[in-house]
């Protein structure tokens, strides 16, 4: 059973950092592209950043590009986003999603298992 577990969520003030991981368990993590979704309160979950089995290919939403960094330690059967210049519409539950295959997707269908979910709240 594939069990997805993110941590590291919490309160920050606008321009601040947080780093979040996601630990995964259940299959062969390196085979498996992973991505991060975000929801908040009354919107749709949204597409955030993904990498590659690999680790060799990523791709970030435009609302993130140049602030979040996405990245994957296979060795760990962890992926991290590092957030940097946080602002109050990146508040948000964030998600890790494994990938029903190696290469990258920005569409929701293209995962299969996902976490629980971490707050995040970004205060002006």
């Known amino acids: 059973q594939v069990q997805l577990v993110e941590s590291g969520g919490g309160l920050v003030q606008a321009g601040g950092s947080l780093r979040l991981s996601c630990a995964a368990s259940?299959?062969?993590?390196?085979?498996?592209?992973m991505g991060w979704f975000r929801q908040a309160p009354g919107k749709e979950r949204e597409f955030v950043a993904a990498i590659s089995g690999s680790g060799g290919s990523t791709y970030y939403a435009d609302s993130v590009k140049g602030r979040f960094t996405i990245s994957r330690d296979n060795a760990k059967n962890t992926v991290y986003l590092q957030m940097n210049s946080l602002k109050p519409e990146d508040t948000a539950v964030y998600y890790c999603?494994?990938?029903?295959?190696?290469?990258?997707?920005?569409?929701?269908?293209?995962?299969?298992?996902w976490g629980q979910g971490t707050q995040v709240t970004v205060s002006s």
């Open positions: 999603a494994s990938g029903r295959y190696s290469r990258i997707s920005y569409n929701t269908v293209s995962y299969d298992y």
């Open positions: 259940g299959r062969t993590f390196s085979r498996y592209s």
